[in-house]
């Protein structure tokens, strides 16, 4: 496989976290690479920016439609299989668990991310010829950058353990950082079956578990109710990068401690982890 790179050198300023970025560049490369597979390719990885308008936002995937405007772009082409209609239809959804051809791996994540900074992103594929996952996100004059405000995350403190779920290796990164930042102890596992194995390990230790959606081998619903079994009082918090009301549909009444979006925010996963461990 050949990667190349088309980056423009000078463009507008973007309020972003640098390393969410790498993390949208970085799942967006592993999924084109898998396109590819063993053949002989090409991924080439492009920035720059385009002054968008209503018409053209209108045909992005996120439904919420930013203002027309300037964006700057990171666009990862490919020249591999593509997708079909159908396969379109469903890349980012976090319940589409089949790892179809080079396909599904950190989408849902890549669509949290850019959900989370007001952006949006377009797709063009076409089975046989390739794909092209493009993120918009809205440029910002450098006068308008806020200084970030105190969020008062430092108070609380827990010496608890956490198990760490979660299939992408960027997010058990990120995330162990964080929980450790709370003063946790962190156990960490790749997906549902080797999370469950640590579970058992660690059963007395355990104080909760946070727990990706969708994972190879056992996705996060399979995981939960494994869990469960084990120990009916864990206290399980979800993640996904869908919002809250579509990830938990099949959760409601089945006794879910709390949900927490990707990507985290350390004031936000603070504050969920002090009222579910108190």
Request: glycine share 10%.
């Amino acid at each position: 496989m050949i990667l190349r790179y088309q980056l423009e050198p000078s463009l507008p300023s973007v309020e972003a976290d640098a390393t969410q970025l790498r993390q949208i560049v970085l799942n967006l490369v592993i999924n084109a690479s898998e396109a590819i597979g063993e053949k002989s390719g090409v991924v080439t990885v492009s920035s720059g920016a385009i002054d968008c308008g209503p018409e053209y936002l209108a045909t992005a995937w996120l439904k919420e439609t930013p203002r027309p405007g300037t964006f700057v772009y990171i666009e990862v082409s490919d020249n591999g299989c593509g997708m079909n209609e159908d396969v379109r239809g469903k890349v980012f959804d976090p319940f589409f668990t089949t790892k179809f051809t080079g396909r599904g791996l950190g989408l849902a994540a890549v669509l949290g991310i850019v959900r989370g900074h007001r952006g949006t992103i377009k797709v063009y594929s076409e089975e046989g010829r390739g794909s092209t996952f493009k993120v918009l996100l809205p440029a910002v004059e450098a006068r308008t950058l806020a200084r970030p405000e105190s969020t008062g995350i430092q108070a609380w403190k827990s010496t608890a353990t956490v198990l760490l779920v979660d299939d992408e290796e960027t997010v058990r990164s990120v995330g162990t950082r964080m929980l450790r930042h709370f003063g946790l102890k962190v156990l960490v596992a790749a997906d549902g079956r080797e999370g469950l194995e640590v579970f058992r390990a660690h059963l007395s230790e355990i104080r909760t578990v946070v727990l990706d959606m969708t994972m190879p081998h056992l996705n996060g619903e399979e995981t939960y109710r494994a869990l469960r079994a084990l120990d009916p009082e864990v206290k399980v918090i979800l993640t996904s990068g869908y919002n809250e009301q579509e990830a938990t549909t099949r959760f409601v009444g089945k006794g879910l401690a709390a949900f927490i979006q990707k990507p985290f925010q350390l004031a936000t996963l603070g504050e969920v982890l002090r009222k579910v461990l108190g």
